[in-house]
């Protein structure tokens, strides 16, 4: 029955449906073909003291680079990796290659042992039953301490999985990896669960930051994220500062870290030392670990 018009084989494909599909198919190949090529690549954006400007960490942000190509942006091939699982190798190919890039540094002597880097990880990866074994051997491959890594998760990745991401999370941090949520306050984590959790840093969304006026009183949900990290003992990240009255503003509210195109944008690794050498200028290297 589906033959019987000749041309058009598939007679119940809509035409963009059809196209959608083709589209998909290519895209998966291409992931593929870029995980066996090594072409996804990564961005560092650092984490800076607001209060002296210290680069005390690295964020891991990937892109992918086919040659000759522009680059292609997370948001247009995280989503569609996760849907296929792709993201798991992506995921582990990423993780390598910072551990990679901070070893480097740190023999350089560029960064001591405080130094942190952040790596993104999405629920397919918390989900791996081999997740803890990989994180060790590619630290232990790297001559790195547990300590050095933070992973960062959205609210979603943790509830979704509730029942079994909270013995994960809880084995992580016993080994005293650092765990971010990221995003925060764009989720549906209620605070009498997120306080269960054994998270030691909260990275307010960018959406919230931007919202920051020049004028005090309408500083919007900030302030309010600042009250509950520091009811509960954890850190805090501001995502997105772009302008220095944002930065005014949050060092006004006493947060104390945070990460924006205002101080600096995603490099690629080539460029970090230069960052690091330059902003160790600025004062001494040495941070807290956060
Ligand atoms: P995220 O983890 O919340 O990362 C912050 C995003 O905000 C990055 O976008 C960064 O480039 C951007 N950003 C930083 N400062 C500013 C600013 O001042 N203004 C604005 N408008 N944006 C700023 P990017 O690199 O496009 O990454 C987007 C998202 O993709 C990330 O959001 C993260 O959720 C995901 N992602 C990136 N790398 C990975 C990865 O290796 N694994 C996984 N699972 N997800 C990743
Ligand atoms: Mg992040
Ligand atoms: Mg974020
Ligand atoms: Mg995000």
Not at 11 to 36: C, I, N, S
Not at 92 to 120: E, K, M, P, R, Y
Not at 214 to 242: F, H, Y
Request: glycine share 6%; aromatic share 8%; hydrophobic share 40%.
């Amino acid at each position: 029955r589906a033959k019987a018009s000749g041309k058009g084989q598939y007679r119940w494909f809509e035409p963009a449906m059809h196209k959608r599909a083709v589209q998909l198919l290519q895209l998966e190949t291409g992931l593929r073909q870029a995980l066996d090529r090594r072409e996804f690549v990564v961005y560092y954006q650092p984490i800076v003291d607001l209060q002296t400007r210290n680069i005390i960490g690295l964020e891991a942000l990937v892109r992918w680079q086919q040659p000759g190509q522009s680059l292609i942006y997370p948001d247009d091939f995280i989503p569609f990796a996760e849907e296929t699982g792709l993201i798991v190798e992506i995921g582990d190919q990423v993780l390598q290659q910072a551990c990679a890039d901070l070893a480097q540094w740190q023999q350089q002597g560029l960064v001591d042992q405080h130094f942190t880097i952040s790596v993104n990880l999405s629920s397919r990866q918390l989900l791996q039953p081999n997740l803890l074994g990989r994180i060790g051997s590619i630290l232990q491959e790297n001559g790195l301490s547990y300590k050095q890594l933070r992973l960062e998760l959205t609210e979603s990745s943790i509830i979704d999985n509730r029942a079994f991401v909270d013995g994960v999370l809880r084995t992580l941090r016993e080994r005293h990896i650092q765990l971010s949520i990221d995003d925060f306050g764009t989720g549906y984590s209620s605070l009498s669960y997120l306080h269960t959790l054994p998270v030691s840093c909260l990275k307010i969304d960018r959406s919230f930051v931007s919202s920051i006026t020049a004028n005090p009183d309408s500083l919007g949900i900030v302030p309010l994220i600042l009250n509950i990290a520091q009811t509960m003992n954890m850190q805090v990240i501001a995502e997105g500062i772009e302008s220095e009255m944002h930065l005014q503003q949050l060092r006004q509210l006493n947060c104390r870290y945070g990460q924006g195109y205002l101080f600096h944008y995603p490099v690629p690794a080539e460029a970090v030392p230069v960052l690091l050498v330059q902003a160790g200028n600025r004062s001494s290297r040495t941070a807290e670990p956060v």
